[in-house]
């Protein structure tokens, strides 16, 4: 089975700043995977599929970024809005397994 | 728009069963596959079960393999997940979910409590 490790486990940061999240799987998954925010008693939102194609609808500053093993989900520029736990999925192999989320905190 | 309803859920004595119910609108539910995912309280999120778009295949995470079962029903736009055999861990939110690698479509869950 894939293990998905994401890191940091939580962050704070201001808005403006620019966030980066990483996503390690324990072996290759090409570019399947997927991000995810989610926001408490909601249920997830895909942001990211393909590892780097933007979800329609989501914001540009939003952005995904890797291939094989290592991953990144970038925030350009902080919004209040963007609080809120994020996950990585692989979706190459079953079962299809999430990393453990990074919980995001607006300063 | 993409709807995915769920119902089914509730309190359950450990041992016990249920059926979960994902009523698919707003898509061609036939050609797209489902997942299951769950979230305990607190928790992060467990894959639990993919179908293929007509039934042909389908997978299950070690943690409920022989215990739940996943079905769909194309002329009623309909996914389940029979769950057997409940064990206190098995107490989640269950969301159904849209697209087999693009899951881009999640129901608001429906909550499956086992309990004694």
């Known amino acids: 089975d894939i293990q998905m490790t994401q890191s940091p486990s939580s962050l704070s940061a201001s808005v403006g700043d620019r966030v980066t999240i990483t996503c390690r799987a324990s072996?290759?998954?090409?570019?399947?995977l997927n991000w995810y925010q989610q926001k408490p008693g909601k249920a997830p939102n895909l942001l990211i599929y393909?590892?780097?194609t933007l979800q329609s609808g989501v914001p540009s500053r939003f952005s995904g970024s890797g291939s094989g093993t290592d991953f990144t989900l970038t925030i350009s520029s902080l919004q209040p809005e963007d609080f809120g736990t994020y996950y990585c999925?692989?979706?190459?192999?079953?079962?299809?397994?999430f990393g453990q989320g990074t919980n995001l905190e607006i300063k | 728009q993409v709807q995915l309803v769920e119902s089914g859920g509730g309190v359950v004595q450990p041992g016990g069963s249920l059926r979960l119910s994902c009523a698919a609108s707003g898509f061609s539910f036939s050609s797209y596959g489902m997942h299951w995912v769950r979230q305990a309280p607190g928790k992060g999120l467990e894959w639990v079960a993919f179908i293929r778009y007509d039934g042909s295949s389908k997978y299950y995470a070690d943690s409920v393999k022989g215990r739940f079962t996943i079905s769909r029903d194309n002329s009623k736009n309909t996914l389940y997940l029979q769950l057997n055999s409940l064990r206190p861990e098995d107490t989640a939110l269950y969301y159904c979910v849209k697209g087999k690698t693009t899951t881009d479509s999640w129901g608001q869950g429906t909550l499956v409590t086992v309990s004694s």
């Open positions: 393909g590892a780097s």
């Open positions: 072996q290759s998954i090409s570019n399947y």
């Open positions: 999925q692989q979706s190459y192999s079953t079962p299809y397994s």
